[in-house]
């Protein structure tokens, strides 16, 4: 009789990146353009190959308690075992470095690690990207396709979408300005709020498509401006950070129009215009979570970082993401 050896056990990883929306969010639930960035945060998952069980046993998911179950079912409604890769599966993880829920891409990052694992290494960006859409449709009905995109395609992206397809996009300069990005607690998530939006243009058909489209509109204008920041200038680059941060103000007017700002969302942006903000707007879906504003020059970032998390503490308001991300031009 022969020595049983013990099985090898295999782990596989895959990751994919957070995402800020810098323009056009709902709007590119329609089809009109929207603009973003992909950010360094990345959310990875590692399967461990175990048993012969064609289930995995054990899911554990970091910074996310509750979303175990979500993922379960997630893997459930793929018919997770048809892939081999799940086949043997004994336990899969989630690590992630971004915040869940609050408009920084984490179910899209997740569609998109979970497609790379189960596609494997030879699989393309476009392949990967049509299948991490198919599984974000299991969270929120008609995502417009950014954020799966985001979580893929590194720096400034500008996106046309074209729903029910994914949108045709283009790579552009890095943003030509500062960005102090935030976020604060949430009251409703993503698919509620694009349902919101929905329900709302049943209703008020004209009005709300007026709204969306001048969003897409905005969002080609600022990508204008970041194309423009690349061709060649004179002597010194001239300064972006106004006309993106008009840009970023009309955005946030739309969006509080729509019902998608908040109190502590204003709070947050009108703080950071007193601090010298050149323009702020919520990112993502809003009703809470992701905000970021347009800074000149990094001494302005600086400062306003500092006062943000001064104001919102004296406030009572939990600042739950405070990042600078350092102006790509100069001052
Ligand atoms: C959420 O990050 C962006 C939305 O436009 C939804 C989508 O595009 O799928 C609200």
Redesign the pocket.
Known sequence: MGIKRPEKMLTRRAAARG?I?LF??????YGFP?L?LQLEEELMVTLKEGGREASIQRIRCSRAPGAEKRLRKLLQELAAPQHSVFRRAAELSVRSELPPGL?F?SS?ALCAALAKLYLGEGAGTAEIWKEAHRL?KLF?G??????TGLSLIPGTTLFL?RPPALPEFRRLPDFPAGLLVGAVPRSAG?AD??AR?AAEREKNGSAVNRLLSELGEVSGKAAEMVEQSKRPHQDKMPDYSAGLGACADRSQEILAELGLSTAELDFCLRTAREAGARGAKL????GGGAFFAIMKSREELEDAYSRMKRSCKRKGIPLLYLKQYPAAGGD
Do not use: M
């Open positions: 995402k929306i056009g969010e709902h709007a590119a639930v929207a973003g408009g891409g899209a974000e929120h008609t995502p417009s396709g950014i954020d979408p993503t709020l694009v939006i990112s993502g879906a809003g």
